[in-house]
C-alpha cells in the first residue's frame, strides 16, 4: 500500500514559480513510476509530468508545460517535486501526485493541491 503527501500549491501571479512536493509511504510495496496530474474546472485530469524510477530516469511532460516545469526525485526522503516556472493562468488546477506500482498494478493517488495562477 501506498499512501501520498502533497504539499507546495498555492497563489501566485503570472510569471511566477512554486515547487510542489509529493512524500511516499510505502508498506514495502516497490515504486516504479511517479507523477504528477492536474484537473482544472470543467475539465478532464491530464499528465503534466511522470518520471520513471529506472537507471535511465525516463521523464515525460505534457507539452503544454515543457521547459517550464521540471519533475526531479530525491530517494532518500522517498521524494518527488514539480518545479513549476514561468507560470500561466492556464495552469491554474488542482494538481494531483501518483504513484505506480507495476507488478500490482496499483496507482495510488495523492489528495490534491490547488495552484492558482492569477493573471
Known amino acids: 500500500q501506498v499512501q501520498l503527501v502533497e504539499s507546495g500549491g498555492g497563489l501566485v501571479q503570472a510569471g511566477g514559480s512554486l515547487r510542489l512536493s509529493c512524500t511516499a509511504s510505502t508498506s514495502g510495496l516497490a515504486i516504479n513510476a511517479m507523477g504528477w496530474y492536474r484537473q482544472a474546472p470543467g475539465k478532464p485530469r491530464e499528465l503534466v509530468a511522470r518520471?520513471?524510477?529506472?537507471?535511465?530516469?525516463?521523464?515525460n511532460y505534457a507539452d503544454s508545460v515543457k521547459g517550464r516545469f521540471t519533475i526531479s526525485r530525491e530517494d532518500a526522503k522517498n521524494t518527488v517535486y514539480l518545479q513549476m516556472n514561468s507560470l500561466k493562468p492556464d495552469d491554474t488546477a488542482v494538481y494531483y501526485c501518483?504513484?505506480?506500482?507495476?507488478?500490482?498494478?496499483?496507482?495510488?493517488w495523492g489528495q490534491g493541491t490547488q495552484v492558482t495562477v492569477s493573471s
Open positions: 518520471l520513471r524510477f529506472t537507471s535511465a530516469g525516463v521523464t
Open positions: 501518483n504513484a505506480e506500482n507495476w507488478a500490482k498494478s496499483v496507482s495510488q
